[in-house]
T-cell receptor
Framework: EAGVAQSPRYKIIEKRQSVAFWCNPI?????LYWYQQILGQGPKLLIQ????????DSQLPKDRFSAERLKGVDSTLKIQPAKLEDSAVYLC?????????????FGPGTRLTVT | QKEVEQNSGPLSVPEGAIASLNCTYS??????FFWYRQYSGKSPELIMS????GDKEDGRFTAQLNKASQYVSLLIRDSQPSDSATYLC??????????FGIGTKLQVIP
């Protein structure tokens, strides 16, 4: 079974530029998560999708971040314009919700550096 | 108050010893609890999940849950240098929301 795919793996941009990240979850996983992980911290949830719908985007900086999930499968996360503090690893995860279980499986992440 | 609290470490243990990692959480309605291992420069990897009070064992790993005390722990027996990593505690509450702790860095000394 293929894991969660993400691209690109690395991205360097200047502040005020825009950037987009792509995620393809594990086949059949209805729930998709985007996390931001700053060095030395735990993953911080940005947005959670259940199929096409948004379950939680309370910590997404909506003035600059946006995300969509196409046809309940792939997802893109966009930052426009980027700030220096957006430098982080952006992790995508997916889960197959069964009862109380929300076991998440992570992709390799995209390391973003904003200069 | 942080929702999921962990000591950031580092926790240093000699090879062959038992490593004990601890986590507390604030939401009494939490139902699912997870431990992830994250090697430097890599993404988190699920190693244990626990849903009921008590112990759950998987190989050298044992997860312990005490909902009354809002406490979950991970024991690693016969620690190996390859266990050196950051261990993230994650807690799932209502509406499928999963919250991660800051992670505890474990160093196993040969």
């Amino acid at each position: 079974e293929a894991g969660v795919a993400q691209s690109p793996r690395y991205k360097i941009i200047e502040k005020r530029q825009s950037v987009a990240f792509w995620c393809n979850p594990i086949s059949g996983h209805a729930t998709l998560y985007w996390y931001q992980q700053i060095l030395g911290q735990g993953p911080k949830l940005l947005i959670q999708f259940q199929n096409n719908g948004v379950v939680d985007d309370s910590q997404l900086p909506k003035d600059r971040f946006s995300a969509e999930r196409l046809k309940g499968v792939d997802s893109t996360l966009k930052i426009q314009p980027a700030k220096l503090e957006d430098s982080a690893v952006y992790l995508c995860a997916s889960s197959l919700v069964r009862g109380k279980s929300y076991e998440q499986y992570f992709g390799p992440g995209t390391r973003l550096t904003v200069t | 108050q942080k929702e999921v609290e962990q000591n950031s470490g580092p926790l240093s243990v000699p090879e062959g010893a038992i490593a004990s990692l601890n986590c507390t959480y604030s939401d009494r309605g939490s139902q699912s609890f997870f431990w992830y291992r994250q090697y430097s420069g890599k993404s988190p990897e699920l190693i244990m999940s626990i849903y009921s009070n008590g112990d759950k064992e998987d190989g050298r790993f044992t997860a312990q849950l005490n909902k009354a005390s809002q406490y979950v722990s991970l024991l690693i027996r016969d620690s190996q240098p390859s266990d050196s990593a950051t261990y993230l505690c994650a807690v799932a509450g209502g509406y499928q929301k999963v919250t991660f702790g800051i992670g505890t860095k474990l160093q196993v000394i040969p």
